[in-house]
């Protein structure tokens, strides 16, 4: 049973940093691209940032680029997100996703299954 579990979120001054992972279990990431998304209250579901299978290749939204860091370990099935340099505009609930295939993008619809999501709350 493919799941996905993220965790790490939590409420942050502006400037400050949180790492958040995303547990993988039923698959291996060795085949996977794995997305990470955000999604604010009134706001469509974005993608923030992405890294493949095959080469892994990396992907940011402009919004974080700079700021935010993905990397994965195979040997744990298990994929981070570190985020730097919080804003207040990157308050959202963030939810890992595996891609349909080993490459990955932006798109939410390209992505087959879903974390329950983890709250990043920056405020001072």
């Known amino acids: 049973q493919v799941q996905l579990v993220e965790s790490g979120g939590g409420l942050v001054q502006p400037g400050g940093s949180l790492r958040l992972s995303c547990a993988a279990s039923?698959?291996?990431?060795?085949?996977?691209?794995i997305g990470w998304f955000r999604q604010a209250p009134g706001k469509e579901r974005e993608g923030v940032s992405c890294?493949?299978?095959?080469?892994?290749?990396?992907y940011y939204a402009d919004s974080v680029k700079g700021r935010f860091t993905i990397s994965r370990d195979n040997a744990k099935n298990t994929v981070y997100l570190q985020m730097n340099s919080l804003k207040p505009e990157d308050t959202a609930v963030y939810y890992c996703?595996?891609?349909?295939?080993?490459?990955?993008?932006?798109?939410?619809?390209?992505?087959?299954?879903w974390g329950q999501g983890t709250q990043v709350t920056i405020s001072s």
């Open positions: 890294i493949s299978s095959k080469y892994g290749s990396t």
């Open positions: 996703a595996r891609a349909l295939t080993s490459y990955c993008n932006s798109i939410p619809r390209e992505y087959h299954y």
């Open positions: 039923g698959f291996s990431l060795d085949y996977y691209g």
